[in-house]
C-alpha cells in the first residue's frame, strides 16, 4: 500500500468511528481522550480498556476492533499492567487464548 492509499484509509477509518467516549477518560487516564486516535493508540486503547473497562467497554471495544485485532494486539504487544486475576480473565474467558503459552511475567504487574 502506498502512502496517498494509506491516507485515505485512515481519513475513511476516523470518519467511520465515533470520538473516543467521554466516560472513558477514567480508562485511559494517563491520556487526554480528546489528543487520542483509534488507530495510532490502538496498542494502549486496547490494553486499558481490557485491564480497567467493565463488559460494556469491552463490547464497544469489539465494535471498534475485530476480536482478531484485540487478540493480536494483546499477545505480540504485552503490557505490564494486568492482575493476574485480570490476565487469565482476559486470556481465557474474554480473548479465547488456550493452549498457547503466553507469559505472565510481560503482563502482570505484580505477582501477588
Not at 492509499?5 to 468511528?17: A, G, P, Y
Not at 471495544?61 to 487469565?88: A, D, G, H
Request: glycine residues 2%; aromatic residues 14%; proline residues 5%.
Amino acid at each position: 500500500m502506498n502512502k496517498i492509499q494509506n491516507r485515505q484509509r485512515l481519513k475513511s477509518f476516523k470518519k467511520t468511528f465515533p470520538p473516543i467516549p467521554k466516560n472513558w477518560q477514567g480508562i485511559l487516564w494517563s491520556c487526554n481522550i480528546k489528543k487520542l486516535d483509534w488507530e495510532k493508540d490502538k496498542n494502549y486503547i486496547i490494553h486499558q480498556v481490557l485491564m480497567y473497562g467493565d463488559l460494556k467497554d469491552i463490547s464497544l471495544l469489539f465494535k471498534i476492533y475485530s476480536r482478531k485485532q484485540v487478540r493480536e494486539i494483546f499477545k505480540k504487544n504485552p503490557m505490564k499492567i494486568y492482575t493476574p486475576q485480570n490476565f487469565n480473565f482476559i486470556k481465557k474467558i474474554i480473548l479465547d487464548i488456550k493452549g498457547k503459552t503466553l507469559f505472565p511475567e510481560k503482563y502482570v504487574a505484580t505477582l501477588y
